[in-house]
Each structure stands twice: as C-alpha cells, then as structure tokens.
C-alpha cells in the first residue's frame, strides 16, 4: 500500500504542476479578453464554448470514458481499447456533421460550423488523452495541457490583439488550442502503435458502450449544474450582466484546478486499488487528506477574491467580483461530489452517478429560474451551490453500498463553517472583510494540523521509509 500511496502523491504532483502552469496561463488569458473583447462578444464566445462542453460527449457517446477505465485494467488489451474506442469516434463524425448542417439550416446561427468542429476535435483529443492516462503516460497527459495552452494564449494574442478578429478569432483559438493537445499526445503516445482496423472488437465494443452511455446524460447534467446559470443569466438579466457572470464565474478557476489535480490521479489510484482488502481504510484516509486540502485551499482562496479580482478584471468587468466568494464556495462542495463520484468509476457502477447528477441539475435549474426573479444574478449562484450540495450528499450515502468512506464529519461542519463565514463577510462588502477572512483561514489551518498530526506523522514515516 506504501507504493500506491507513493505513487498517488507523484501522480498528483504531475497532474499539479500540468494544472497550475495550465490555469495560470489561463488567468493570463482573462485580462486580454476582457480587454479585447466586449461584454457581449465575450459572452457570445465563452457560450458558444461552453455549448460545445455540453455537446462533445455525444459526439462519441462518452466512448473515452471506457477507454480509460478499461485502458487501466491489467488485463485488458490495450491495442483492442483504443481500437475500438477511436472506431467509434469515427464512425459517429459523419452523423455529427449532419447534425450541423440541419443545426445550421434551423438556427441560421453565424458559429454553427466553429461549434461542430471544436466539438469533433475535443471528442477525438480526448479519447487520446484518457488512453494515454490509463497507459500510465501523466507526464506526456499534463505536458500536452501546458503546451496547448501556450498555443492558445500565441494564437488568442494574434487574432484578437494583432488582427482584431473578435469572436470568430476567440473561436479559433480554441480549436487551434484542442487540435494543438490531439496532436501532441498523438505523437507522443505513439498512438498509432495501438490502432488496426484488425483490433476492432465487438464484445469490447458493446461493453465499453455499455460501461460509457450512463456517463454521456451524466456529462450533460453536469453542464447544465455548471453552466445553465450563464445562460438564465442571459435570459433574465441580459447579455451584459452575462457576461459579468461569465467573468466571475473563471476566478473560481483556482479551486476547480485543486479538484481537477486531485480528480485525475484519484480515478487512477482508486480504479488501481478498489480490488484490495483494505480499500475502505485506505479510500478513508485519501478522503480526510483530500477534504483538509480543499477546505483549507478553498478557504484561503475565498479569503483573497477581493485583491484576486483587482489583478483579473478589467474595470468594465470589477463589480462582478462579489459574485465571486460564493462561486468559490460552491467549487469547494462541487469537489465533494467529485470524490465520491470516481468512486463509482472504480466499481464499474455507473448507473448512481447519473441519477445524482440529474436530481442536482433538476434542483439547480428550477432554483435558478425562481431565484433569479427574485434576487437577479445570485439566483443561478445559490442554486448552484444547492445542487452541488445535494450532489455530494447523495452519493456520500450511495457510494457506502460498495466501500464506506470514513468522514470526520465534525471537521468537515468546521471547515464548511468557516468558509460561508468568509463569503458572508466578503459579499456583504463589510470593511476589512478581506483582512478578517485572512485570519479565518490561517485558524482553519491551524486546526488542521492540530486535529490531523497522528495522519501527518503517518505520512511522514511513510515517504522517509525505502520501498
């Protein structure tokens, strides 16, 4: 258990140091949009982004997925993995390009044809990029992200500051950006070592579908959590205020990159060890690892919006900033529900995860259309956060069908605590809100590393120790 402990440190700080290169180039980005770009072309580029976010796992039926989750099995077949799943990316391209054509016809809408392609190579990117993951290749995974991303901030740069081409040139980064990451992990993967047209499977075709499908109206439910509160947004408020939401919304970007760190070495770790006897102990401790982590982050994260947003937004953009302690609160109870949803990955039980994700959508998008006749742009937030919180709730009870998880719930009410204690300070906007938060946040800290010194001390003896 030491090496798997080990290698889920190293795992993650890979996937660490990939991340935060990554979104820190991101947060680079948001000035220049900002600036080059108006409330509304912003916020007609970023919906049409996040549209293709929504769609893309339709475009393969999730195939990727079970290309990981089967990449990942000792005996398992990598050449037939990748076979198969590229099979049947391709095979669904055609009918995805029809569905454009008829969107287009339909609609009349100008970045119908952006929309489709950056679906089609986001599909194909990521097929590649799960197989590579589940072949054990972190580095060449996290070394693609930072790459592309160099390619988006060259790309949005030129075509936004030098040719002023507006949405359409945010658009194009973006793809430039996707097919730049497909590229990288193609080669470097040697991707083409593990496809023939002989290695095409049927029974490992019907199975991957079979383990993928319950993943795809799970990856939509998802959206509709993450994102419909820009769009209720637009509807109810307008484009601008949408756009501001749509600004403030990227600042939780710090929080999100924590959870995603954490989400990809945890989906290896866990599908690695779920078959050994003392998984429960074992998921229990990264557990209470991981939640102390994303309290104490989350906390000095909140703790900093203010002084954060000075540096991020734009003039135009600032009042937009006391959305953000909320926005950040919510990513931190979105990790929760990312903790325990990998777990149903593990188990090959995917049916539960889905109808979680639907009940938080459902709960998110009738909150959020209610309450934003009533309290305008806070109304999608707090329905967010609702759902995120029924989210997590549920599984943490579901998932102990198959391993229980040991919570620490007083440490958990502490920190969660503390937190809403920041957001209530920092979005009232009383004075010296951001000083106090400060000192919030080092006494969580504090409390932590009282309360956690035996797992520390553990921790420590573990990684002094050879083997």
């Known amino acids: 258990m030491k090496r798997a402990y080990k290698r889920l440190v190293s795992d993650t700080m890979v996937f660490a140091v990939g991340n935060m290169l990554t979104k820190l180039m991101q947060f680079l980005l948001l000035p220049m949009y900002t600036a080059l770009l108006s409330t509304e072309q912003y916020g007609i580029g970023e919906l049409v982004n996040n549209m293709s976010e929504l769609l893309y796992p339709l475009c393969c039926l999730g195939i990727y997925e079970g ?16 076979s198969t799943g590229v099979s049947v990316a391709f095979a669904l391209a055609p009918v995805v390009a029809v569905v454009g054509i008829a969107g287009y016809a339909f609609t009349g809408f100008d970045y119908t044809w952006y929309l489709v392609t950056l679906c089609l190579v986001t599909s194909f990117k990521t097929v590649c990029m799960q197989f590579a993951k589940g072949l054990g290749k972190t580095k060449l995974y996290a070394a693609s992200g930072v790459i592309s991303t160099l390619v988006l901030c060259g790309a949005g740069y030129l075509l936004l500051g030098v040719l002023r081409a507006g949405i359409t040139g945010y658009l194009l980064a973006l793809i430039l950006c996707q097919a730049t990451q497909l590229l990288l992990v193609t080669i470097g993967a040697r991707m083409w070592r593990y496809f023939s047209l002989g290695s095409i499977d049927g029974d490992l075709m019907r199975r991957l579908l079979r383990y993928s499908i319950p993943m795809v109206p799970n990856a939509l439910a998802w959206w509709f959590v993450n994102l419909s509160g820009r769009y209720i947004v637009l509807f109810s408020s307008g484009i601008a205020v949408a756009g501001l939401y749509t600004a403030a919304s990227k600042l939780p970007a710090v929080m999100n990159m924590l959870v995603s760190v954490f989400q990809q070495a945890w989906q290896i770790f866990s599908a690695r060890e779920y078959s050994a006897a003392d998984r429960s102990r074992s998921f229990s401790i990264v557990f209470r690892v991981y939640s102390a982590l994303l309290l104490c982050a989350g906390s000095l994260a909140i703790a900093i919006t203010e002084p954060l947003s000075r540096v991020m937004l734009s003039s135009g953009f600032y009042e937009a900033r006391l959305f953000v302690p909320l926005l950040m609160f919510g990513a931190v109870v979105n990790g ?9 990955n593990a188990a090959k039980q995917n049916r539960m995860i889905f109808v979680t994700t639907v009940v938080g959508a459902l709960s998110n998008v009738v909150l959020s259309v209610l309450l934003a006749t009533e309290i305008g742009v806070w109304g999608p937030i707090v329905g967010s956060v609702v759902a995120y919180s029924i989210i997590s709730i549920s599984r943490a009870f579901d998932t102990r069908k198959f391993v229980r998880i040991e919570m620490d719930l007083p440490y958990q009410v502490v920190g969660l605590s503390v937190l809403l204690a920041e957001v209530a300070l920092l979005s009232i906007g009383i004075v010296h809100a951001t000083t106090i938060s400060l000192g919030l946040s080092v ?18 003896a573990i990684f002094k120790r050879k083997g």
């Open 67 to 82: 290309v990981f989750r089967y990449s990942i099995d000792r005996d398992s077949d990598p050449r037939k993995v990748l």
């Open 336 to 344: 929760y529900s990312t903790y325990f949803g990998v777990l149903y």
């Open 443 to 460: 006494a969580l800290v504090a409390f932590t590393i009282v309360r956690y010194r035996g797992l520390l001390g553990g921790a420590t």
